[in-house]
C-alpha cells in the first residue's frame, strides 16, 4: 500500500524535477524512486490488509505481482535515454512521471478488492499510456499509434464499464467477495442473467487490454508505431497487471460460474495462440514480430487462468517475470540496432538489421539470444520452468478438459521457435555490418543483468519459486 | 561423484577453452576429452555387473516440485557413457589436419554437447533428462550451422525445429506422467516405472513419448531431416550425430518408452516396428542410388538405426541386446566411415562417387582401415557389426517371423551399397581429381587404429560388453511383465 | 447484504426495465457509431455514449442499493470520461496538425 502512496507523490516530485531541465538528475531520481517503492512494498510481506472500507487489499501475492511490476519498470525506466526524435522539444520529467503514475494504476488493478478500484486502475494505467504512446510527437506514426490505442482502448474501456454496471445490477455490490457470494451462495431465485451477460462485458474488457485474439486487432500497430521502450513497457507492465486482474477477479467473484467462463477462456486460448504465433512468422520486422509474439504469450498465460488450480497463481507470476525480463531484454537489443541504420529517419527494425551482429557486439548478440531462447521456452532459461508451470496447471486440471488447448499450445510452441531464431540466425550466422556499436555502462548492466537472471531463474526456479 | 564429475569436467573445459588462443586450444580440448575417457574406463572396470545403478547421486534440485538432480550408472547407461567418451576424442583429434574459424567456439561446443550427452545417458530423474536432451541439440545446431556447408542455415534449421517438436511431445508425456505419481509428485525416474497406468493413457503416451525418440534417431517416416542435416554440417558434426546423438533416441526408448508405457509398446509396438523394418528396408535402396559418399553413408545409418529400433521394439533379450551392442558398435564405424570420407574430400575436393577411383595404388594404409570398417558395418563375422546384427535380428525374428525376414535383408543390401562404394572410390582406374592422393599422417593414424582395433575387439569379445548390460536389460524386460 | 433482484422490483414510478432498456439502447447507438464512423471525433462521441450508458444502469439499480454505491461509482466515471476526453482531443489535435485530417481511414501510415 505504502508502494502505491509513495509511487504518486514520487510522480509528483518528478514534475518538479523537471524545472532542473537535467536529465542528470531525473534518471537517476526515477531509479531511486522505483527502487524506494519496491523496498516500502516489500515491508507488508507476510501481512494482511485491507484499506478503505475494502477497497484494497495487500497480501503475498499482491506483493509478488507488485514486485514483478516494478522490477519492470526500473529496468524499462534504466535503459531510457531519448524521448522523440527531437530531443529539445521534449520533457523527459513528464514522461518519468507519468510512467510512474502508470505504474500507481498498474499496482491498483493488483490490489484491488472493488470494483470500483479495478476500473480506475485499469483507467489510470491505460489514459497514461495513450500519452506515453504518442509520445514521439514528430513522428506520424507515434501520433496514428496514439490514436488507434486510445479509440480501441476506451471502447474496450465502455465494454467493460457497461459490464460492471450490469454484474452490479445483478448483485448490488461492487465488491469482489460480495459478487463472490451472490453468484456461488446461489440466489433462491436463481443467478439472474444480467450477471452472464456482465461477466462477458467484463471479461472482452479485460482480454482487450490484455491483447488476446479476438481482441488483439490493436496490438501490432499500436506496438509497432509506439517508440520502442514504451512498446516494451506496455507489452510487459499491462500483461502482467491484466493478467493479475483478471485471475483475481474471475477466481474470487466468479468461481461460481466456472463453467461459463473456462468454456469462453479456452476458446479464447486456443484463438490467441493460433493468431499471435501464426502471424508472427509472416512478420518482416522484429518490432512487429515482438508484438505478435505478446499476443501469443497472453495465450499461454491464459491457459493457466482457464485452468484455475491452486498452482495457477505461482504459474502467472512465474510467467510473467520470465516473459518481461526477456521481453525487456529484447527490446532493449532491438532500440540500440534499429538506430544505428536509420532508413528514412525511421529506426530499421527489419531482421536484416540484426545481420551479423554477433561480430558488431557480442554482449548484444548474446543478451538477445538468451532471451529469445526463453520466450521460445527452451530449457536453461527462465521461459522454460514459466511454460513448464503454465502447462503443468493445465495437466492437473485434467486432460479431458485441456487436452485440446495443451496439444495447440505444444505445437504453437514450435511454431515460436521458428521466428524467435531468426533473430538469433540473423545475428549469428549471417553476416552484414561490421561497424561496432557501443553501449553505455548502464544500459550495459542491465542486459547483463536481465540476462543473468534469466539463465539464473533458468537454472534454479525454486529460488523465486519459493516466494510465490 | 563420479559420474557427476564426468558430465561437468566437459563443461568446465569448454569453458576454460573458450578463453584460449591459438594452437593451444585443439591440445587442451584433446586433454579434457582424454581425461574423461580415463575416468570412464576406470568406471567400466569398477563397475559390478549387475543391475543395479551405481556411482550415483542425488541431489534436490527443485525440492518443491520433487524434481532432483539424481544421476547414476547402470549397465544400460555405462555402454552409452562409454561409447561417447570414447568418440569424443577420437573426433577432436580428426580436427586437427583442419583449422576451422573461431577454433576455440568449435571445441567449447563440441565439449559442452559432450556434457550434455553423458548427462542423458546418466539421468534418473526424468526432467533431468529432459533437459539435457535439449541441451544436446544447442550446440550440435551451431556447430552444423556456424561451419557447415552452403545451405547449412535452412537445413539446419528444420534439423532443430524437426527435433524440438518430437521432444516437446516427450514434455508433454513427462509432465502427464509427473502428475500421475502419487503424493506430492515426482519425476524420479523409477516412481515413473511404478505407475500404474491404463492401457488408454498407455496409448496416447506410447506416440508422444516415441515420436521424440522416434525423429531423434531417425525412424521411417521421421527421418526427412536427416540426409540432408548429415551432409551440410561439417564432419566433426555429422559425427556427433551419427556417433553418438542418434543413440539418444534408441536409448530414450529402451528407458523411457519400454518400461513406462509397456501396454502401449504391446499395442503399438508392432506398428512401430513395422516402420523401422520399413526404413531399413528403404534406407538401403536409397543408399544404394547415392553418389556421394557422405550421403550415402547417412542412408545407411538410417537404416542400420531402423535395426536398432526395430530390435529394441521387439521386446526380447537377444533384441535389446543386440540393439545395445549395435550403438557401440555403429557409433565406432560410422564415425570411422564419416572420418575417410572426409579424408578422401581433403585430398580431392570430392565426394562423388563417379569421381573418383583407384585412391587404393598411393594409399594402402586408407585402404586397410577403409575396408575393416566397412566389413565392420557390413557385419561380417569376428567383427563388430556380425554381434550386434545377429542378436539383433533373432529378437526381430522372435517377435514375428516375416518381419524378421524383411529386416535380414539388411545385411545383403548393406554388402550391396558398402562394397559398391569401397570399390567405386578406392579401386578401378584413376582419375584426375584421385592421382596425387597422400596416405594417412600420423593424426589420421592415430584415429583410425583405434576404432579399428575396436572393431576387432568388440567382434572378438562382445562378452565384456554383453555382460555388463545384461542383468540391466533383463530386470526390464521383468519389469514390463508385470 | 441483503440479496436483492432489481430486475422484479415494482416500488418505483417509472419501472427498473425502462431505464435498462433506455441504456441497452444508447449502448448499442454508441457501439454502432464506433464501428461505423470513420471521423475520429465522431468515434469519440460513441465511445462516451457508451460510458453514458454505462452510467445511466448504475444510478439506475444504485435506487434499490441503500449504500447508493452505483451513484458513488457514476461520479468515478464522470470524472475519468472527462480525463480521457482531455488526452483524446490532444491526440486528435496532434494528428489534425500532422495529417490534416481526423479520417481514420487517411490516418494510415503504418500499412504504407
Redesign the interface.
Known sequence: MLSIISLSLFGILNLFLGFLKSRRVLLPATLLFIALAFAANLLDWNHQYVYFRDMLRTNNLFINFSSIILLTTFLTVAISRSFGTDEEHTHPAEYYAIMLFSVVGALMMVGFENLIMLFIGLEILSVSLYVLTGSDKRSLRSNEAALKYFLMGSFATGIFLFGIALVYGATGSFNLSAIGSYVSGGPTTGISPLLYVGLLFILAGMLFKVSAAPFHFWTPDVYDGAPTLFTAFMSTVVKTAGFAALYRLLTVSFTGVYGLWWQVLTGVTVLTLLVGNITAVYQSSVKRMLAYSSVSHAGYLLIAVAAKTPQSPSAILFYSLAYSIATITGFAVLILVAEQKPIEGRPDERYEAFNGLAKRNPLLAFSLAVSMVSLAGIPLTAGFWGKFFVFSTAVDRGMTNMGMVLVVAVLMSVVGVYYYFRVIIASYLKTGDSEPIGIRPLYRFILVLTTALTIGLGLFPDVVRQLF | MLTLILILLPLVAGLVVLGLQGRVIKRVALLAALIELALAVYIFYAFRPDASSQFSLRYDWIGSLGISFSIGIDGISLLLVVLSTLLVPLIILSTFNHSYRNPSVFYALILAMQSALVGVFTAKDAFLFYLFFEAALIPVYFIAALWGGENRIRVTFKFFIYTFFGSIFMFLGLVYLYFQTPGGHTSDLAAFYALQLSAEQQNYLFWALFVAFAIKMPVFPFHTWQPDTYVESPTPATMLLAGIMLKMGTYGLIRIVLPIVPLGVERWGTTALVLSVIGIVYGSIIAIQQRDMKRLIAYSSFAHVGLMAAGILSQTLDGLQGSLIQMLTHGINVVGLFFIVDIIFSRTNSRELDRLGGITQNTPNLTVYFIILMLGSVALPLTNGFVGEFLLLRGVYEYNTWLGAVAGLTIILSAVYLLRMVQKSMFGVRTALTEHVTDLNLSEKLVLLPLAIMVFAIGLNPNAFLRLTEPAVAQLLQSMVK | ?P??????AVNSAIPLSYF?LA?AAL?SI??GV?VVKRN?IV??MG?EL??N???L??VA?SR??PDL??Q??GL??IV?AA??AV??LA??L??YR??QTVD?DE????KR
Do not use: H, Q, T, W
Open positions: 447484504m440479496v436483492f433482484y432489481p430486475l422484479l435498462v441504456s449502448f454508441g457501439l464506433v475520429a468515434v469519440l465511445v457508451m460510458l450508458a454505462a452510467n444502469n448504475l439499480f434499490y442499493d454505491k452505483g458513488m461509482f468515478f466515471v475519468v480525463a480521457e488526452v483524446a491526440i486528435v496532434l494528428v500532422r495529417f481514420l490516418v494510415n501510415e503504418m
